[in-house]
């Protein structure tokens, strides 16, 4: 299936992909409408993961899971966008569309990360109340919630 539309030149082609390719890019979180049944927002729930965190009943240590991903993963995923880039120039697809697939690749990827998390070791007060020591898991809800999308500008 070929993108490129007819009576458009190769040249306009190309750079149409190139403006694409400066517009456009992947975003990977947690959208801000997505919440646990109590309200709390799944986004920064993640964010006392990620960074840690003074609560009401002490330190929330740090449990990283997006930053170890971005280092583990970003060349992986620029090598990716240059083959979308690649394929939305031999008219294979757009360059949005690449970027969502890599997206979804990259938002799975988050993911996995956060099942991989086991330290630090929950504190006992936590795995009674849980009724079980992995961290990041309860819920599953931030697992679910690790979403992309493509943006412009």
Known sequence: MKVVRKGVSRVDHVRR????????????????????????????????????????????????FFRPTIDERSKEWADDVGRGVAAAVRGQLTYEQALGQIGLKAAGQVGRKITQIHTPALAEATVKA????????????????????????
């Open 130 to 153: 849980k009724g079980f020591e992995k961290p990041l898991v309860d819920t599953g809800l931030m697992l679910q919630a690790v979403t992309s999308k493509v943006a412009k500008g």
């Open 17 to 64: 992909v190139m403006r694409d390719v400066q517009d456009t890019h992947a975003e990977i979180g947690f959208q801000s409408t997505s919440h646990y049944p109590d309200g709390t927002p799944i986004a920064y729930v993640a964010a006392v993961h990620e960074f840690g965190a003074l609560d009401r009943s002490g330190h929330v240590p740090p449990r990283p």
